[in-house]
């Protein structure tokens, strides 16, 4: 598998891009996880009112269970502290149901920051790299000797424009059909360059 070009700046340009798209992608990752702890922040306060109302309400019904054991007078004297209970357990399960959506709210805006920007950057980032990858990989196999850039000499008759053919030959499509070596490597250097590599073993003049 070929992943870089051959030719210097080419290739340098690639590795940076690289680097570049794969810290991008860690920064989105890092950010996510930033906005993730930051907003579970925002749930210390329900934490704190869960555990001071359950503690709150576990104390009432130790009160409670004590004065109900008093003669007569026990069952009246301990109803409110029960009552009392009870409502320290709602504001405990208001303060359970204040974090649980905190907490839903953290993953999701820390999932959406950190993978919606990514596939937009893989989007216009990966298909040219894979593009590169795959037509390079094809195309090293092809330059091995004079015949085999010949095929490249023909590709770059067919996509370079003609401005650039009128400086290899005033007859670049002649001289190609002639095998006119010089013509023929320099034609295949054109296409080669357009998909970072370079020629192997150049034909003999």
Known sequence: MKLYADTARRRTFQIVADLTFVA??????????????????????GRQT?????????????????????PLIGD??????????????GLAAAGRSSVAAVEKLAFVLGLSIALIPIPVVM????PGRLRFIREATAG??????????????????????????AKVSDDPAGDWRR??????????????RDVGLRPRRLPAA
Request: net charge negative; hydrophobic share 50%; charged share 25%.
């Open 179 to 192: 095998r006119d070596p010089v013509v023929v490597t320099r034609l295949a250097e054109l296409e080669l």
């Open 24 to 45: 991008r992608l860690v920064m989105w990752v890092w950010i996510g996880l930033v906005v993730h702890d930051g907003t579970m922040a925002l749930a210390a306060p």
């Open 123 to 126: 989007a216009f980032y990966v």
């Open 140 to 165: 090293v196999k092809f330059i091995d000797s004079g015949h085999d850039l010949d095929l490249f000499a023909l590709r770059a008759l067919t996509n370079q424009p003609m401005r650039v053919l």
């Open 76 to 89: 009246d004297v301990a109803t409110p502290f029960d009552k009392a209970a009870d409502a320290s357990d």
């Open 50 to 70: 869960d555990e001071s109302a359950s503690a709150m309400a576990g104390q009432l019904r130790d009160a409670g269970g004590r004065l109900d054991d008093v």
